[in-house]
């Protein structure tokens, strides 16, 4: 039986929806955004990139049977053949 969650689903989507706001500032890089985000929101920024990359997979349609509002969700592993073109 896994670990209970620490954060619901409504902080992470929000914490996703913040740094996808951060990173289209002009200027700004993915790497930059998560730290700004994870400060802000006292979250490590490793944390939100796996959340930000879960979302990426689930709208992308990468990931079968999750959900639209699936951030985090699954086992977390990464799909088969998958990592091409992950680079800051």
Do not use: H, I
Request: without cysteine.
């Amino acid at each position: 039986m896994s670990a209970p969650r620490k954060y619901d689903q409504e902080f992470r989507e929000r914490a996703v929806r913040m740094y996808r706001e951060r990173l289209a500032e002009p200027g700004e890089s993915k790497r930059g955004a998560r730290r700004y985000v994870g400060v802000l929101l006292d979250l490590n920024p490793e944390t939100l990139r796996n959340w930000a990359d879960e979302r990426e997979r689930v709208e992308s349609g990468r990931s079968p049977g999750a959900e639209v509002g699936g951030v985090g969700g699954g086992s977390g592993a990464a799909p088969a053949g998958g990592g091409a073109g992950a680079g800051e």
